[in-house]
Structures are given as C-alpha cells and as structure tokens.
C-alpha cells in the first residue's frame, strides 16, 4: 500500500506565498516522476510543475518565474513553492507520483487527495 497526501494548502492574498508539501508514504521501493496538478472550479486539471528522480524540472507557461518545484528523495517528499500568488492560481493542487511499491514489485501512479489553494484579489 502506498499512500500520498499534501499540505500547506490555505487562504493567501494576492502576491503571498504558500509552499505545498507532498509525503508518500508505505512499501516504496523508488518514486519516479513527482508531479503537481491543479484544478480550478469548472476546470480540467491541468499539469503544473514536474521533478523527475535526478531533479529535471518542468512548468506550465503560466508559472513559470513564480513557482519552483524540487524533491527531497531521502523523504519521499516533493514541494511546491508558490510566489507571487494571482486568483487565478486559485484551485485544488494534487500531488502524483510514479511509484514502484516493493512486495510484489510494480509501477504505478499515486494521486493525493488534495489540498486547496485560495488566493484572494
């Protein structure tokens, strides 16, 4: 069984900060890729920051200078660094990992419940 679950999700002002953070936890041989996601009401999830194991790094367009992504593989953590905060960031923000569990041996992907981010004009 593995599990992710996020935090550092809250109320913020435009232009603030928040950082997210994303634990998985269980039989965990390795974590592959480490993702966050985010869906605005109404809205198709859309991908937002990427991490691969080595620390390769990629964003959406509309992050990019504002927020950073990096890994902390002794941790299994991942986090999401969020500056300069718009409303239009406003959304659920879901980690997802590619996992390869330890007992049977297996990949698979691993999504969090998520954790809301709202920033306010």
């Known amino acids: 069984q593995v599990q992710v679950v996020e935090s550092g999700g809250g109320l913020v002002q435009a232009g603030g900060s928040l950082r997210l953070s994303c634990l998985a936890s269980?039989?965990?041989?390795?974590?592959?890729?480490m993702d966050w996601y985010r869906q605005a009401p109404g809205k198709q999830r859309e991908l937002v920051a990427t991490i691969s194991r080595g620390g390769t790094t990629t964003y959406v367009d509309s992050v990019k200078g504002r927020f950073a992504i990096s890994r902390d593989n002794a941790k299994n953590t991942v986090y999401l660094q969020m500056n300069s905060l718009k409303p239009e960031d406003t959304a659920v923000y879901y980690c997802?990992?590619?996992?390869?569990?330890?007992?049977?041996?297996?990949?698979?992907?691993?999504w969090g419940q998520g954790t809301l981010v709202t920033v306010s004009s």
């Open positions: 269980g039989s965990i041989l390795r974590i592959g890729s």
């Open positions: 997802n990992c590619e996992v390869v569990t330890t007992t049977p041996v297996r990949s698979l992907e691993v």
